[in-house]
């Protein structure tokens, strides 16, 4: 009853009629696209890329003096070929000039945000409520692939905001009890809090649950070790965190329902999504562009490339051609959904998460999980990389935990890369959390370059 009412009435008066607001038919206008041919909505994608290009040389300092500096010019486009020759923005250059990227032309009210840094490069961007209205507008629809109806009720095993002041906190609280979404929080991650938050999931009988990849993993892991019965919703979530297969196993046996993965950014929201045939993340090609880069061209489908993002829709403090340090595949062959929309096959995950050889081999995070997810003795685990190509691997001993453990994951690291490799296990008793309540499986100090940077 309460569901139907915010869906059809409530809702809609207070987001469109009383607030302003083009969320809602930013949502219906991309319900409709999404059903267009993969020609159309390529030519869509292109054009809003141009219009892009062109808005930032000719309204924002940074690129006007970066495009001069390179010698490139928006009107000499003419393909996505032409854009190699432009400059990528990186994390640090948003850090350093963040004021100089935001538009003369925009008049209006900035709203701040940042990244977590669970890369070590925190940065600080703006952008306006339009855009927020926009890219919230292509979070729905997604949603909805999964499964979810504004007003039926939602579970978020998520991060919560740390440092909010009381009066923000209490209308933070009253929106998502209008909405009908109970938020967990996804930082304690201990036997105890996992308890817990299985009891909030059976209390609450959620439609629909959204949560960092390793949350809900855990959560899963804990359910099915305990025996409890969870409520089935239509559809999981997993975000923030690279979902392996072994992780969507477990988590759609606890919770019997299907796992649609999400892929996204801070700094832009949504990127890419998986539909209801999971064969691939659609890319949100109504407000993004997104490239591959390796070895200074743009990769082919079933290639690994550096992901370069470009924000279509922003003309507040728009980021073209940004360069996230992730790593991604694309589909050779479209979806048979009959969505229009362009396919990544995969999401290889952060460039930073990649492992090196002595001998230049990369080595792919995915390794880790497949090795450890059969070994029930090792709670948690972590593998660091040095910048002498040292590789450590950090387990937390569960029970019946054996020595012997730890040297078959030694062996079988070397066999991937090679008897020359400096590998060492390391037991410790606990795993940190990053600043973002996420559980970073790699993390690398080796810079790896798929693609040839073309910024300054």
């Known amino acids: ?32 696209s999404q059903w267009r ?49 432009f400059p990528v923005l990186t994390r640090a250059e948003l850090r350093a000039h963040g004021r100089d990227l935001v538009a003369e032309s925009f008049v209006g009210r900035l709203h701040a945000s940042g990244t977590g840094g669970s890369t070590g490069e925190p940065v600080q961007f703006h952008f306006d409520h339009r855009t927020y209205e926009r890219r919230v507008a292509a979070a729905m629809r997604s949603d909805g692939w999964a499964g979810a109806r504004l007003g039926d009720r939602e579970l978020h095993l998520w991060g919560t905001p ?12 009253l929106h998502e009890a209008v909405l009908r979404k109970k938020m967990i929080c996804a930082y304690d991650l201990s036997e105890r809090r996992l308890a817990a938050v299985l009891d909030d999931i059976v ?7 959204v949560g960092y990849t390793n949350a809900l993993y855990q959560a899963a892991r804990y359910a099915i070790a305990s025996g409890r019965a969870l409520p089935a919703p239509r559809g999981v979530v997993s ?29 832009m ?62 589909a050779a062959a479209p979806c048979a959904c009959g969505r229009g929309l362009p396919l990544l096959a995969s999401v290889e995950g952060r460039v930073l998460d990649l492992l090196v050889g002595p001998d230049g081999q990369l080595l792919a ?8 997810k059969d070994q029930p003795t090792i709670a948690r685990y972590q593998v660091y990389q040095d910048r002498r190509r040292a590789i450590t691997v950090r387990l937390v001993p569960g029970k019946g935990f054996q020595p012997e453990t730890a040297r078959l994951i030694e062996r ?3 066999r991937h890369l090679g008897e020359r490799a400096e590998v060492r296990i390391q037991i410790v008793d606990q795993i940190p959390l990053t600043s973002g309540g996420k559980h970073r499986v790699t993390l690398s100090e080796v810079p790896v370059e798929l693609s040839r940077s073309t910024s300054g």
């Open 203 to 209: 209390h609450y009988r959620p439609a629909f649950v």
């Open 37 to 85: 041919s993969a020609e159309e909505i390529r030519d869509l994608n292109w054009r809003r890329m141009l219009a892009a290009l062109h808005f930032a040389e000719q309204n924002v300092p940074f690129y006007r003096a970066r495009f001069a500096e390179h010698g490139v010019r928006a009107a000499s486009v003419q393909s996505p070929d032409d854009l190699l020759r």
């Open 1 to 32: 009853m309460y569901g139907g009412l915010l869906r059809t009435i409530l809702f809609p008066f207070y987001e469109t009629r009383l607030r302003g607001r083009e969320t809602l038919r930013a949502l219906a206008e991309l319900e409709r």
């Open 412 to 414: 079988s690291v070397r």
């Open 269 to 330: 929201m949504l990127l890419a999504s998986e539909c209801e045939r999971h064969a691939g993340k659609h890319i949100n090609a109504e407000g993004v562009f997104v490239e591959l880069l390796r070895d200074g061209r743009h990769a082919l489908p079933g290639e690994a490339g550096e992901v370069v993002v470009t924000d279509l829709l922003c003309r507040s403090m728009p980021l073209i051609r940004y360069k996230n340090q992730d790593a991604a595949v694309a």
């Open 162 to 173: 740390l440092g909010e002041t009381l009066s923000k906190r209490v209308k933070r609280s």
């Open 365 to 372: 995070g995915e390794l880790f999980p497949q090795l450890i």
């Open 239 to 267: 975000s923030a965190e690279r979902l392996f297969a072994h992780q969507r196993a477990t988590i759609e046996r606890a919770f019997g329902a299907p796992v649609f993965d999400r892929y996204g950014c801070r700094e």
